[in-house]
């Protein structure tokens, strides 16, 4: 190994280990997934991405972390909620500290949906990837301005943005799966 080569601290390794693991097994649960898959409505109400004036506009950006009950999400709500939070957040943590939330265009359709969180998971992965433990315990080191990031440590913000990945790609493998038992 170089003296400059970047070693990843030993309590960031999990981290990675575990999306790295969760971000595969999500692209794989993807293959297949049709445009009218990725826009089902499983209920009546629900959060989705609609075209507004030509302009794809989710219903909401995100969510409190709450436990009232929220109306459910279109995969295609969830794909451009992780997508564009990976994203935004890589740009604050190794960008040019500029995306505002709703900058980003989120995707209407399946190709352009997957593409979309593959952006935003790798961004942040390889940002995360360069990170020293000193980084690690650096309050506000996420520079991401909405949420938490400025008040607490890195460490804290990637164990957040883990528990998203996991939350939502559970969401969307569980309406791929109700969408398929629709049809049988």
């Given at each position: 190994m170089t003296?400059d080569?970047?070693?990843?601290?030993a309590r960031?390794?999990?981290?990675?280990?575990?999306w790295d693991?969760f971000?595969g097994v999500?692209?794989?649960?993807?293959?297949?997934?049709?445009?009218?898959?990725?826009?089902w409505?499983?209920?009546?109400?629900?959060l989705?991405?609609?075209?507004e004036?030509?302009?794809?506009k989710?219903?909401?950006?995100?969510m409190?972390?709450?436990?009232?009950?929220?109306?459910p999400?279109?995969?295609?709500w969830?794909?451009?909620?992780?997508?564009?939070g990976?994203w935004?957040?890589?740009?604050?943590l190794v960008g040019?500290?500029?995306?505002?939330?709703?900058e980003?265009?989120?995707?209407?359709?399946a190709a352009?949906g997957?593409g979309?969180?593959?952006e935003?998971?790798?961004?942040?992965r390889?940002g995360?990837s360069?990170?020293?433990?000193?980084?690690?315990d650096?309050?506000?080191?996420?520079a991401f301005?909405?949420?938490?990031d400025?008040?607490?440590?890195?460490i804290e913000?990637v164990?957040?943005?883990?528990?998203?990945?996991?939350y939502?790609?559970?969401e969307i493998?569980l309406?791929?799966d109700?969408?398929?038992?629709?049809?049988?």
């Amino acid at each position: 190994m170089t003296a400059d080569a970047h070693v990843i601290p030993a309590r960031l390794a999990p981290f990675l280990a575990q999306w790295d693991y969760f971000a595969g097994v999500l692209f794989d649960r993807l293959d297949g997934l049709t445009d009218e898959e990725f826009l089902w409505e499983p209920a009546d109400r629900v959060l989705t991405v609609r075209l507004e004036d030509g302009r794809p506009k989710p219903d909401a950006l995100g969510m409190e972390p709450t436990g009232d009950a929220n109306p459910p999400r279109t995969i295609a709500w969830s794909i451009g909620h992780l997508g564009a939070g990976t994203w935004e957040r890589a740009d604050y943590l190794v960008g040019e500290h500029r995306l505002q939330p709703g900058e980003l265009t989120w995707p209407m359709t399946a190709a352009e949906g997957i593409g979309f969180l593959r952006e935003g998971l790798d961004r942040w992965r390889s940002g995360l990837s360069t990170m020293t433990d000193a980084d690690l315990d650096t309050v506000g080191r996420s520079a991401f301005p909405w949420g938490l990031d400025p008040e607490l440590p890195l460490i804290e913000i990637v164990w957040w943005v883990n528990k998203e990945l996991i939350y939502h790609a559970s969401e969307i493998w569980l309406l791929r799966d109700l969408y398929e038992a629709r049809v049988r």
